[in-house]
């Protein structure tokens, strides 16, 4: 429990201190290339979290199974608005309607 609880931590803290210090350093005076670049952080991390499940789920490369739908609809929302929270709302929408279907 108290090693889980320090890898989320360790996680926060990843995501969370490369964006968070600039900006308490430098306030207001971030050129628009950096605050840009702070931008596409979040979405890296996340793209580098949900890859390996994606494309190796049995720890071997794989091409994905139906389950890929949701990723698809996930990255053509993330697209279309570039805002996560639409893309993982269609990305789960996509596997629930899935789930449902299959059952």
Known sequence: MSRDLLVIVGMALGV???KVLPLVLLSGRLPPGVRRWL???APAVLAAL???VVLAPRHQLQLPG???LGYVA???VALATRRMFPA???GLGVVLIAVLLRT
Request: net charge negative.
């Open 66 to 68: 139906w389950e890929a």
């Open 39 to 41: 931008g596409y952080v």
């Open 74 to 76: 996930a990255a053509l």
């Open 16 to 18: 969370y201190v490369p």
């Open 50 to 52: 949900v890859a390996p």
């Open 88 to 90: 993982i709302a269609a």
